[in-house]
């Protein structure tokens, strides 16, 4: 008896969300959304082929770098030389400890020394 009575207004309340959900304007919805979807994935690859074209296309990285190189003649910027004279970082030699680098006991109290004077 319970069981009838459970099923009952099991099925009285899913009869109330047929109506108010109506599954077949849910499916549709559904369908509609999948094409969407399917246009929009779609339409972004084509713009994603469409910029790789462009910007694979050859002979305008050179063209690129003709332009900057002439910019850069005209305003008197020589990269090359410049770069050239640009200090390198320091390396030391493999195998060699960085503790080696770092200041001693001593020179640390001295610095400590300097500050509270």
Same mark, same amino acid.
């Given at each position: 008896?319970?069981?009838?009575?459970?099923?009952? !207004? /099991?099925?009285? /309340?899913?009869?109330?969300?047929?109506? #108010?959900?109506?599954?077949?304007?849910?499916? !549709?919805?559904?369908?509609?959304? $999948? +094409?969407?979807?399917?246009?929009?994935?779609? /339409?972004?690859?084509?713009?994603?082929?469409?910029?790789?074209?462009?910007?694979t296309e050859s002979g305008d990285e050179e063209e690129g770098d003709k332009v900057? +190189?002439?910019?850069?003649?005209? #305003?008197?910027?020589? #990269?090359?030389?410049?770069?050239?004279?640009?200090?390198?970082?320091?390396? $030391?030699?493999?195998?060699?400890?960085?503790?080696?680098q770092l200041p001693t006991d001593e020179e640390i109290e001295a610095q400590l020394?300097?500050?509270?004077?």
């Amino acid at each position: 008896m319970k069981l009838a009575n459970a099923m009952n !207004a /099991t099925s009285k /309340t899913m009869a109330d969300m047929n109506k #108010i959900m109506k599954p077949e304007q849910v499916a !549709a919805d559904m369908r509609a959304f $999948g +094409q969407a979807s399917m246009k929009l994935d779609m /339409t972004d690859e084509m713009i994603n082929d469409t910029l790789d074209d462009m910007l694979t296309e050859s002979g305008d990285e050179e063209e690129g770098d003709k332009v900057v +190189q002439q910019v850069l003649d005209e #305003i008197g910027i020589e #990269i090359s030389g410049k770069m050239a004279a640009a200090p390198a970082a320091h390396r $030391g030699k493999l195998g060699e400890s960085s503790k080696s680098q770092l200041p001693t006991d001593e020179e640390i109290e001295a610095q400590l020394a300097k500050l509270r004077s």
